[in-house]
């Protein structure tokens, strides 16, 4: 099953390469024309258990050969002085429309679905698509063809627009109605990370090449921020903080990019950090397998907690205090002093991100490829639902209290009952997606 990731992760390294020399200079806001033809990957790392340490997808953890005694790190409060402002006028170009598409059965999906509007459902796949399905019934609504894999969740503007990054160092602006590309904007490496979408209107994302970039909602950058690694999924703060974990977890003006403050121990977290705005408490997970409790207006440690494997995914904060964390086993801890109140261990396992449902039912796919809705107080398991997969995403919970997942390896995206784990719809994403003569 690892070399199956690893094959997904650096086969899409290569297959960014085999298109590199027709892609845009970066920093550039751009449309181009529809995907190139699929290429043949062979992975050229067969020993590396997949492990991709800079995922940002909210997937679950690719190499826990950890050491269980990383209890005594000390963590610092560091001034950062790197920030740079640069307001840059960015040219844009109109191209035509993407060619139809044809299917062969059979993908991959990485990241977490995300849930749109009351009927839409967006994912994207380690073939280089991204699907909008009709939410009651798993119907293809349409498909967009960047030239990389796209491995992070896609996120949903309050207009409805839908924004990824993908593997081709770029980030999209889709029509969430139709997948008609607004814009993109391009990067010096890959981006495997969600965009972060701030109330002042920006867009904020970590990449490969060490920056946090802020664009406008017309794709130009407002200001660029670069750390000392690959970054993850930012998050944003109601007074338009950003916070992203890289070399280091930084606090940024969201404005400007200046840094507010540094925290520095053994990062990098693969996902966004969780912000809890009422105690003003930051929750960041980090590759040491450790989960840390940051005050969010200082970057001053609270707590920290240990586990033995690597943490790559965003915790979840639920009802009554408590903090939800997928390691080796899903973690229940005190919020407020990361104390341990349960777990849940289905042997040598890997967890996804959790999620919150209305209800409070905390949701949960394991690498043994099953979900599970589990009492998030007592722990208990509520129901499951077997995939016969990998599950390598969190799932994702509709208004209605409904689940949606995606499994890695067979390329199916489910629908789900919250109450009983029963299937809606099933949707199969193909193998690969080939220019077609045919209507969409």
């Known amino acids: 099953m690892s070399s199956q990731i ?13 298109v ?11 449309t181009t024309p529809g995907a190139a033809p699929p290429v043949s990957i062979v992975n050229p790392y067969p020993n590396t258990n997949g492990y991709n340490p800079y995922g940002g997808y909210g997937g679950r953890r690719r190499n ?11 963590g610092t409060t560091n001034n950062a002085n790197n920030g740079t402002n640069t307001n840059r006028t960015n ?12 299917f062969v059965p059979g993908g991959d999906i990485n990241p977490a679905p995300a849930v749109g509007d009351a009927s839409r459902v967006y994912v994207g796949t380690g073939r280089r698509a991204v699907y909008a399905l009709n939410r009651a019934t798993g119907k293809r609504l349409w498909t967009f063809q960047p030239k990389g894999d796209v491995t992070a969740s896609p996120a949903v503007g309050p207009d409805g627009t839908v924004y990824i990054t993908s593997y081709d160092h770029a980030v999209y602006a889709l029509n969430g109605a139709t997948g008609a590309k607004k814009w993109q904007f391009v990067t010096r490496d890959l981006l495997s990370s969600t965009p972060a979408l701030g109330a002042n209107g920006l867009i904020y994302i970590g990449g490969y090449d060490h920056s946090v970039y802020a664009l406008d909602t017309s794709g130009l950058k407002k200001w660029e921020f670069k750390t000392g690694s690959a970054v993850a999924s930012p998050a944003v703060g109601p007074d338009g903080t950003v916070y992203v974990g890289a070399d280091k977890v930084y606090a940024l003006d969201g404005t400007t990019g200046k840094p507010k403050w540094a925290f520095s121990n053994n990062f990098v977290g693969n996902d966004a950090p969780l912000l809890d705005s009422r105690s003003s408490t930051l929750y960041v997970g980090a590759h040491d397998g450790t989960i840390y409790s940051l005050n969010a207006r200082t970057g001053a440690k609270n707590w920290q907690f240990a586990t033995p494997g690597i943490i790559e995914s965003a915790p979840a904060l639920g009802p009554g205090g408590m ?4 390691a080796d086993k899903l973690y229940a801890l005190d919020a407020k002093t990361g104390r341990a109140l349960w777990t849940l261990d289905q042997g040598d396992d890997d967890w996804s991100a959790p999620a919150l449902g209305p ?8 690498s043994n ?17 077997p995939t016969q997969d990998d599950l390598a995403s969190a799932p994702a919970v509709g208004p209605d209290g409904n689940v949606f ?11 789900l009952n919250h109450r009983s784990g029963g299937v809606f719809w099933q949707f199969q994403t193909p193998a690969q997606v080939t220019p077609a003569a045919t209507t969409r």
Do not use: H
């Open 405 to 415: 997942l995606a499994s890695a390896g067979a390329g199916r995206v489910y629908a």
């Open 64 to 74: 826990r050969n950890r050491n269980a005694n990383n209890n005594a790190n000390n």
């Open 359 to 366: 209800d409070g039912t905390l949701y949960v796919g394991c």
């Open 20 to 30: 590199a020399g027709a892609m845009p200079v970066s920093g550039q806001t751009v």
């Open 323 to 326: 903090l939800y964390v997928g």
């Open 91 to 102: 040219r844009t170009t109109r191209t035509p429309p993407e060619p139809p598409v044809k």
């Open 6 to 18: 690893a094959q997904r992760i650096f086969g899409s390294m290569l297959a960014v390469a085999a």
């Open 369 to 385: 490829g099953t979900i599970y809705a589990v009492n998030p107080t007592t722990g208990k398991v509520s129901w499951t639902f």
